[in-house]
């Protein structure tokens, strides 16, 4: 009985140390809390069990054997007789039986997890490796629930800044602070041009439960220059942020570079640090560390902003949802990446329920309440209505576009709409956007853009490449016809020397993938659309490759895995006499730069299809 104690002693301690390494430092998955648990309930009375019963002395067998020498024909050899003696052995064999002290083995002790029955301290010492390993994977699953739920938490943080608009988005639960009301001056104001003074921007009167207690302020910038704004709320928020160059123009700080950051996909303490707040991001602070130095216009954070099933999901309630978004914002690593920087988002499965593909259904009302109050009121401005020549917004739609310097922007919504993932890959009715969002997108990819926008770029919560081998059906890889669509309107897009570019997150891996048009088209090989996956910002990674080119449709650039925290940066800066413009990519892995790459936007070979010589047509500047 005590041997089998023991054994399963040893089983079960094995299991409790390599499943909570495995969910501290590497994945947290939530079936990984009930087996460790049941493990440890099993590992405590066979362990305490064996340290009872198995006894603290060894049976101890020793044999003594001693051998003598004796000549039988002694008498003869003496007399005379014979000169041959006969000499045989004589064996005494003596067996004694004790009980003796079992040695110590204190290394064998301390790994297996199993009791000494002669060193208190070594059975104590074992036990609380595996009492130690519950407890962090307690205190990871279950301390921002405990004590960080947040419900009063005040923040303020910046969303889409335009060159004439800025949004803040609030949240006070403490009424008897309103109205909040929000300040703004020109940082390192120039007079007689610039003003020096704070003005008054706007305010919040009051906050409900309805929204979570946020609203958002919307910030006038007059000035027709690009200048660096600080804010200060009255009810103790401050910070600071950069207005964007005009549409078609190059910024006129940072050197004349238009640079922007993308990312996806954040869980708190991993890998866990027992000396960690229960709320730091890691990779928030590698972040942090290279930020003051990019001259970045805003992160562009696609998708994936909490995950409401890791590393345990609580309830479908919309406050359980609403909870994961205040510990975000309440995390000590937020301020130093989100309170200078403007912050936009997308929508991608986690912020609803893992490869979401039920459209509206379900829990997806509930999930996405907090995904608006948070996010949406303070994102870009909706998509325009395909139709109406680039001017009417799509009402009530989940994904946004907009134009700043030189590049101009789609935001797509890839949740929201899609078909099912497990029908056929090649289905033509299958779809990831819905008639009416790829309707709108197709028509923004061939609308003619502002002189001096040399880009189009392309927000997508999942990546684009198919060259990814796990569940490649959640990705655009599993939606073929309507992927081929938009490629083919991508390289119209080219043709008229607008680049096309892709980011994307999800895989919480880099990849770089390049499609070319196909030999021998219309399409010339400038053509040719890149895509940039980056993610995570802090998650796992995988470290098992999962991307593999297999065809000459998807060109892989640059592929690599390891790292829990990759973000990219984007800048983008004219080429030579400015007719050409150049983007160049580089990923940060672990808050270090790892690759970079640059492409050249394409020379025009074909005119632009002009929409209307209209008034309007003119005034957009078409």
């Given amino acids: 009985m005590g041997d089998n104690n023991t054994r399963i002693a040893a089983i079960t301690s094995a299991g409790i140390r390599v499943l909570s390494i495995i969910f501290l430092r590497w994945v947290a998955l939530p079936p990984g809390i009930p087996i460790i648990y049941t493990l440890f309930a099993i590992y405590v009375p066979t362990f305490i069990s064996s340290y009872m019963t198995e006894s603290k002395y060894a049976l101890v067998d020793e044999i003594d054997i001693t051998v003598k020498e004796d000549i039988l024909n ?13 000499v045989v052995d004589e064996v005494d064999v003596q067996e004694t039986m004790a009980l003796a002290p079992k040695p110590l083995n204190p290394i064998s002790t301390l790994l297996k997890g199993t009791p000494s029955p002669n060193s208190l301290l070594l059975t104590a010492l074992t036990f609380l490796i595996n009492l130690a390993c519950v407890a962090m994977v307690t205190d990871m699953v279950y301390s921002p629930r405990w004590y960080y739920p947040s419900h009063d938490l005040s923040f303020a943080r910046v969303g889409y800044v335009s060159d004439t608009e800025a949004k803040l988005l609030i949240r006070e639960p403490d009424q008897s602070k309103m109205p909040v ?25 009051l906050t409900t439960n309805e929204t979570d207690y946020t609203a958002v302020v919307t910030i006038p910038l007059s000035h027709s220059k690009q200048r660096v704004y600080e804010w200060t ?7 600071e942020f950069t207005s964007a160059p005009k549409p078609g123009a ?87 990446v989100g309170q200078n920087l403007s912050w936009i988002h997308v929508l991608d499965d986690h912020e609803i329920s893992n490869d979401w593909d039920a459209k509206s259904t379900g829990v997806y009302e509930t999930a996405v309440d907090p995904w608006h109050h948070y996010q949406t009121v303070a994102n870009p401005p909706v998509a325009k209505k395909a139709g109406s020549q680039g001017l009417l917004p799509r009402q009530e739609a989940t994904y946004f576009s907009f134009i700043q310097g030189p590049a101009s922007f789609f935001m797509l919504d890839t949740r929201s709409y899609r078909s099912k993932n497990s029908e056929p890959f090649d289905s033509p009715e299958k779809t990831m956007l819905g008639e009416t969002q790829l309707e709108d997108f197709l028509e923004w990819l061939r609308r003619p853009e502002p002189k001096g926008v040399k880009w189009k770029v392309v927000a997508s919560s999942v990546p684009f490449t198919k060259n990814w081998r796990i569940n490649t059906k959640d990705t655009w890889g599993g939606f073929l016809v309507e992927r081929r669509k938009i490629l083919e309107a991508m390289w119209d897009a080219s043709n008229v020397g607008t680049g096309v570019v892709i980011l994307s997150g999800d895989r919480h891996e880099f990849g770089a993938t390049a499609f070319p048009p196909p030999k021998n088209s219309t399409w010339p090989e400038s053509a040719t659309v890149h895509e940039f996956s980056a993610s995570p910002l802090n998650q796992f990674y995988s470290p098992i490759g999962t991307y593999k080119q297999t065809d000459d449709e998807d060109v892989e650039l640059k592929y690599m895995n390891v790292g829990n925290s990759k973000f990219g940066v984007i800048t983008i800066e004219k080429f030579e006499d400015g007719e050409q ?42």
Wanted: net charge negative.
């Fill in 74 to 86: 002694e008498d003869d050899v003496a007399n005379g007789r014979t000169d041959e003696a006969i």
């Fill in 233 to 239: 709320t009255s009810n103790n928020h401050s910070g």
């Fill in 181 to 205: 009301t929000v300040q703004v001056h020109i940082k390192n104001a120039q007079p007689p041009f610039d003003n020096p003074l704070w003005q008054a921007a706007g305010n919040v009167q």
């Fill in 581 to 622: 413009s150049s983007l160049k990519y580089t990923v940060y892995i672990d808050g270090v730069d790892k690759w970079n790459t640059i492409i050249l936007s394409p020379t025009a070979v074909q005119p632009e299809k002009k929409v209307g010589g209209s008034f309007w047509d003119r005034l957009r500047g078409t």
């Fill in 250 to 336: 190059m910024p006129e700080l940072f050197d004349g570079k238009f640079t922007f950051l993308s990312t996806s996909c954040i869980v708190p303490r991993l890998p866990y640090n027992p000396m960690d707040h229960p709320l730091a991001f890691p990779g928030m602070k590698h972040l942090a560390k290279v930020l003051p130095n990019l001259g970045a216009q805003f992160m562009l954070f696609l998708g994936d902003f909490i995950y409401i099933e890791v590393p345990k999901q609580f309830g479908d309630a919309v406050e359980n949802y609403r909870q994961k978004y205040r510990q975000v914002y309440a995390s000590p690593d937020w301020p130093a």
